[in-house]
Structure formats: structure tokens, C-alpha cells
Nanobody, 127 residues
Framework: QVQLVESGGGSVQTGGSLRLSCAYSGATIGGDCITWFRQAPGKEREGVVVTNIDGYYFYYADSVKARFRISVDNAKNTVYLQMNTLKPEDTAMYYC????????????????????WGQGTQVTVSS
């Protein structure tokens, strides 16, 4: 059983930065994919970035590619999402999700392929 706990959300002004954390437990060694999703009010949940738990595979949504960076610290069992140059359109609830048994790049942004979800952390960017 994988458990995920997000933290690090908050309110910032346009151009600011935040670092989100996703603490995981119960993940198998190798093969697990962890993805950050976000959901803005009135919009569908969308994939932001996926990584494998070993930290050598990444894929970013085009909307964040040049501004966000994902990293994995296996010593701390934590996946980080560094978000820079934040925009109002980044305002959303951010979730981390995990799945195993599938190559991380396959349908990485299909939320129904993920078995485990955190509770989410709110990010608000004001103009």
C-alpha cells in the first residue's frame, strides 16, 4: 500500500516560487511512477509532470516545461516539485499520485491509471 502526503502549497504573487513536497511510503523499489496533477476550479484535473521513483525519467506538460522542475530524494522518500515564475493560471489544487507496473511515459496524464493519491495542497498565484 502506497501512501502519499503533499505539502508546501501557499499563496504567492505572479513571478514567485514555491516548492511542493510529496512524501511517499510503501513504494516498491524501482518501477513506480509518481506524477503531479493539478485541478483548478471548474476545470478537469491535468497532469503536470511524471517521474519514476529512481529519478531518471521525467516528462513535463508543455505549460510548465520551462518553469517547473521535479526531483526525487530517495533518502527522504520525497518527490519535490520546484515551481518558478508562477502565473495566475497555475492556481490549483496540486496532487501527487502513484502507480506501478506501467512504463511511466505511457498515458502518464490519465488520472484513472493511478492507484494512489495524496490529499492535495493548494497553490494560489495572485496577479
Amino acid at each position: 500500500q502506497v501512501q502519499l502526503v503533499e505539502s508546501g502549497g501557499g499563496s504567492v504573487q505572479t513571478g514567485g516560487s514555491l516548492r511542493l513536497s510529496c512524501a511517499y511510503s510503501g513504494a516498491t523499489i524501482g518501477g513506480d511512477c509518481i506524477t503531479w496533477f493539478r485541478q483548478a476550479p471548474g476545470k478537469e484535473r491535468e497532469g503536470v509532470v511524471v517521474t519514476n521513483i529512481d529519478g531518471y525519467y521525467f516528462y513535463y506538460a508543455d505549460s510548465v516545461k520551462a518553469r517547473f522542475r521535479i526531483s526525487v530524494d530517495n533518502a527522504k522518500n520525497t518527490v519535490y516539485l520546484q515551481m518558478n515564475t508562477l502565473k495566475p493560471e497555475d492556481t490549483a489544487m496540486y496532487y501527487c499520485a502513484a502507480r506501478s507496473g506501467t512504463f511511466c511515459g505511457t498515458r502518464w496524464n490519465w488520472e484513472h491509471t493511478y492507484q494512489y493519491w495524496g490529499q492535495g495542497t493548494q497553490v494560489t498565484v495572485s496577479s
